[in-house]
């Protein structure tokens, strides 16, 4: 699987952006998707996670209730809209994979995911 993640940019506190992260493979609908993020100086942290199917969802503590993630598996695309951001939001996202009919949406660390996208930078303004 190869993943491509785009849509940061810079957004005022209060405000919203929709990531995507495309995906190549035959292997995207069995796989469980997740978003981490990486602020400078900080290590990488989970943020949200989906099965295979989108039926099910995690959330980190601090993004749950402003942050949903979701799939669609005819396109091969995972999408993160993040809402009400503020400026402890700013960080590198990236979009991960776990391997084929295996792991748990509920897995919060990095190596749990065993494919990664390159980062989109996501800078919120106070």
């Known amino acids: 699987v190869q993943l491509q993640a785009s849509g940061g940019g810079l957004v005022q506190a209060g405000g919203s952006l929709r990531l995507s992260c495309a995906a190549t493979?035959?292997?995207?609908?069995?796989?469980?998707m997740g978003w981490f993020r990486q602020a400078p100086g900080k290590e990488r942290e989970f943020v949200a996670a989906?099965?295979?199917?989108?039926?099910?969802?995690y959330y980190a503590d601090s993004v749950r209730g402003r942050f949903t993630i979701s799939r669609d598996n005819a396109e091969n695309t995972v999408y993160l809209q993040m809402n009400n951001l503020n400026p402890e939001d700013t960080a590198d996202y990236y979009c991960?994979?776990?391997?084929?009919?295996?792991?748990?949406?509920?897995?919060?660390?990095?190596?749990?995911?065993?494919?990664w996208g390159q980062g989109t930078q996501v800078t919120v303004s106070s």
């Open positions: 991960a994979a776990q391997r084929a009919f295996s792991g748990s949406f509920r897995a919060t660390s990095p190596s749990a995911y065993g494919y």
């Open positions: 989906i099965s295979w199917s989108g039926g099910s969802t």
């Open positions: 493979g035959r292997t995207f609908s069995s796989s469980i």
